[in-house]
């Protein structure tokens, strides 16, 4: 799976758009790019996934650049409920391990 | 309500006494998979399966059991467990790849924080 990189920490004030990148440059043609979060010491809990197309969910928005070398994940209106650690995972969808590598993430802090 | 249950949420216990994590999901899920997390290492997989009777070793299986008798449960079992083992241990399923729009969604337990003394 190719490797991500995400800033380690970033910060936005509550009700602003909370936009987070993500290297990925290495990755292939069959890879998907998936965005999770884990708030304090919970279960990791899945945002979105995209492979090329930009995504949106109830959750967030997911844009991935043309080639594909990067992503966006953007929170519209971010809430003190949001402040977790937010992980960029690319994986091939059809890894039958199903293992997803959890990198370091970025913390992410909403301000009042 | 779909979800992934784990117990005990907490245990501290001593070295080389058996015990066992359970994991139960309500979601029809043919794969399920441990994972353990440490600081600075992040998440690193531990066992994982594909279906009922189908198990398989992660990254750090060492000193872990598992058993998939039934599709909902999946066990985690330390033996003789040792500090090394002193971990926050999360269980997730998924629907197999198969198509489908939301496929690759894993779904995580909120975590058993086990204490080796």
């Known amino acids: 799976d190719a490797k991500t990189t995400q800033p380690p920490s970033m910060d936005c004030a509550e009700g602003r758009a909370a936009n987070l990148p993500c290297n990925h440059s290495t990755i292939s043609g069959n890879e998907y790019v998936y965005w999770y979060r884990q708030i304090h010491s919970q279960g990791p809990q899945y945002i979105i996934h995209g492979l090329k197309n930009n995504e949106t969910n109830e959750m967030a928005s997911l844009i991935i650049t043309e080639d594909r070398k990067s992503s966006t994940l953007i929170l519209p209106h971010a809430t003190l409920r949001d402040t977790a650690v937010y992980y960029c995972?690319?994986?091939?969808?059809?890894?039958?391990?199903?293992?997803?590598?959890f990198g370091s993430g970025t913390r992410l802090l909403v301000r009042p | 309500e779909a979800q992934v249950t784990q117990n005990p949420r907490y245990l501290i216990t001593v070295t080389g006494k058996k015990l066992t994590v359970t994991c139960s999901q309500n979601?029809?899920?043919?794969?399920m998979s441990w994972y353990r997390q440490d600081p600075g290492l992040g998440l690193r997989q531990i066992y994982y399966s594909m279906n009922v009777e189908v198990t398989d070793k992660g990254d750090v299986p060492e000193g872990y059991k598992v058993s998939r008798k039934e599709k909902r449960n999946f066990p985690l079992i330390l033996e003789s467990p040792s500090p090394n083992q002193t971990s926050l241990y999360f269980c997730?399923?998924?629907?197999?790849?198969?198509?489908?729009?939301?496929?690759?969604?894993?779904?995580f337990g909120e975590g058993s924080r086990l204490t080796v003394l």
């Open positions: 995972i690319v994986r091939a969808r059809m890894d039958s391990s199903y293992k997803l590598i």
């Open positions: 979601m029809n899920h043919e794969y």
């Open positions: 997730a399923s998924s629907i197999r790849l198969a198509g489908g729009a939301r496929t690759g969604e894993l779904f």
